[in-house]
């Protein structure tokens, strides 16, 4: 897979990521299949109303790209989310750490 950066242009200030997963059609096609149903079967995707539900069978090529898109956009701010938690962890335990040990030494 490539994934590519690119500035928004006019609007300044955005940017694009932009991923491409490049394989043989009949290979790609399972694949990317095979993933939106996995996703699917997960909750992601548009699965209609309780009084008007849709099936996986009845979504259209661009519905399961979005289950695809809707994967990836989560999983990026998931992943962004789970980092930021961590790191502010370990700042956190750092600083304690420091406080701790000032307070060792005005103790001593």
Do not use: C
């Not at 962004?80 to 938690?85: E, G, I, Q, T």
């Amino acid at each position: 897979m490539a994934a590519t950066l690119q500035n928004n242009t006019p609007v300044s200030g955005s940017r694009t990521i932009t991923f491409a997963f490049h394989e043989v059609n009949a290979k790609i096609d399972v694949l990317a299949d095979n993933a939106a149903h996995g996703l699917w079967d997960k909750g992601f995707g548009d699965h209609g109303t309780p009084g008007v539900p849709k099936a996986y069978a009845e979504l259209t090529t661009q519905e399961k790209l979005d289950v695809l898109d809707a994967y990836v956009t989560y999983t990026l701010k998931a992943e962004s989310r789970a980092y930021f938690k961590k790191s502010a962890v370990e700042t956190v335990g750092i600083i304690a750490e420091s406080d701790a040990m000032t307070t060792i030494d005005l103790i001593s």
